[in-house]
T-cell receptor
């Protein structure tokens, strides 16, 4: 049973479209994340979501909006897609610790290509 | 905010060679340190972690890393690499207080030649 699952795995779309990526974790973790990995493999945190508290990375454009219906799900919705949004998006989850000693479990990634 | 530097972008080794990948972080407070590995076409997996205690930590597949606080470093080592170690290696850090978000280095690609 996959611990952190993302759908779709591949997504090809036109500029200007709106798309969503879904993420679900069955580990019982209380914190979920979205990371963006660009073409140079650089991983950058976009959002983390813990018990209804959303922590936003201020460098993320507001075209990106995370939605968490419950603590097992954190979806990513992207409006008005741009070429620069092409990347692999990784969802992750962890059980938050007061000392940050939390290990992230990652999903397999969703490769978004904007044409 | 924390930042992580990995100075080796691409390392090419022959099988059985020894490996050391550099990682330095920048943060004034106490931190947790991690190494993650991403095999070709796969997701990130934890290789090892340091939270506290013995600064020399051992991970899976024969990897180890040493936390040197005075140098703000957490270098990854393996005495003898195998072809199957070919992957992208990411060092990461988070603060023990605050949001605890994990910040990654730019990664080091390791290619092991059989």
């Amino acid at each position: 049973d996959t611990a952190v699952s993302q759908t779709p795995k591949y997504l090809v779309t036109q500029m200007g479209n709106d798309k969503s990526i879904k993420c679900e974790q069955n580990l019982g973790h209380d914190t979920m994340y979205w990371y963006k990995q660009d073409s140079k493999k650089f991983l950058k945190i976009m959002f983390s979501y813990n018990n209804k508290e959303l922590i936003i990375n201020e460098t993320v454009p507001n075209r990106f909006s995370p939605k968490s219906p419950d603590k097992a799900h954190l979806n990513l919705h992207i409006n008005s897609l741009e070429l620069g949004d092409s990347a692999v998006y990784f969802c992750a989850s962890s059980q938050r610790s007061g000392t940050g000693a939390n290990v992230l479990t990652f999903g397999a990634g969703s490769r978004l290509t904007v044409l | 905010a924390q930042s992580v530097s990995q100075h080796n972008h691409h390392v090419i080794l022959s099988e059985a060679a020894s490996l050391e990948l550099g990682c330095n972080y920048s943060y004034g407070g106490t931190v947790n340190l991690f190494w993650y590995v991403q095999y070709p076409g796969q997701h990130l997996q934890l290789l090892l972690k340091y939270f506290s205690g013995d600064p020399l930590v051992k991970g899976i597949k024969g990897f180890e890393a040493e936390f040197i606080k005075s140098k703000f470093s957490f270098n990854l080592r393996k005495p003898s690499v195998q072809w199957s170690d070919t992957a992208e290696y990411f060092c990461a850090v988070n603060a023990k207080t605050g949001a605890n978000n994990l910040f990654f280095g730019t990664g080091t690609r390791l290619t092991v030649i059989p």
